[in-house]
T-cell receptor
Framework: RKEVEQDPGPFNVPEGATVAFNCTYS??????FFWYRQDCRKEPKLLMS???SGNEDGRFTAQLNRASQYISLLIRDSKLSDSATYLC????????????FGAGTILRVKS | DVKVTQSSRYLVKRTGEKVFLECVQD?????MFWYRQDPGLGLRLIYF???????EKGDIPEGYSVSREKKERFSLILESASTNQTSMYLC?????????FGPGTRLTVL
């Protein structure tokens, strides 16, 4: 079983739609969680950290469910520029700063 | 802004060649990482380093070695390149948590 699993998609949505991605992780001792965004042929960049209480940044909302070991990302009012691959990332407890990346979920927003 | 640079964006090498991929960061970060990224597999950690002259194996270290002689520079070495090492190679650095990535090197081994 992969340590971090995501639905690869693609998710094809119209502009203005709300879309949600889930991600599951296997290590119950994981402490830090992130969503990264990767544009085509570019490097990954941090989109947002995920906190236990949930957090919001503009149109983006991240949630953590420790009991079920999943993380979610909700994007409201999708824009064409949101088209990208979204990577779910979890820290490894083996070494404090080692991150484990999911394979990513592709989002395509169409006009 | 943190800047992580990699020596080449595209590289073509022949089987059996020794290949050096260089990565430099300008933010005095302790931690540096080398990943490869392949379709459907995501980013996989090859090696990482928490300090100068220190290195730790990641998940797929076979066929690779690394060098960290200075804090800002972390080199990935393919001792004898093989076709299954054709991939996108990404370097990253971090202080705590968030990792900052370089633009990547797309290596093709013929």
């Amino acid at each position: 079983r992969k340590e971090v699993e995501q639905d690869p998609g693609p998710f094809n949505v119209p502009e203005g739609a709300t879309v949600a991605f889930n991600c599951t992780y296997s290590n119950s001792a994981s402490q830090s969680f992130f969503w990264y965004r990767q544009d085509c042929r570019k490097e990954p960049k941090l989109l947002m950290s995920v906190y236990s209480s949930g957090n919001e940044d503009g149109r983006f909302t991240a949630q953590l469910n420790r009991a079920s070991q999943y993380i979610s990302l909700l994007i409201r009012d999708s824009k064409l520029s949101d088209s990208a691959t979204y990577l779910c990332v979890v820290n490894s407890m083996e070494y404090g700063n080692k991150l484990v990346f999911g394979a990513g979920t592709i989002l395509r927003v169409k006009s | 802004d943190v800047k992580v640079t990699q020596s080449s964006r595209y590289l073509v090498k022949r089987t059996g060649e020794k290949v050096f991929l260089e990565c430099v960061q300008d933010m005095d970060h302790e931690n540096m990482f080398w990943y490869r990224q392949d379709p459907g597999l995501g980013l996989r950690l090859i090696y990482f380093s928490y300090d100068v002259k220190m290195k730790e194996k990641g998940d797929i270290p076979e066929g690779y070695s690394v060098s960290r002689e200075k804090k800002e520079r972390f080199s990935l070495i393919l001792e004898s390149a093989s076709t299954n090492q054709t991939s996108m190679y990404l370097c990253a650095s971090s202080l705590f948590g968030e990792q900052f990535f370089g633009p990547g090197t797309r290596l093709t081994v013929l």
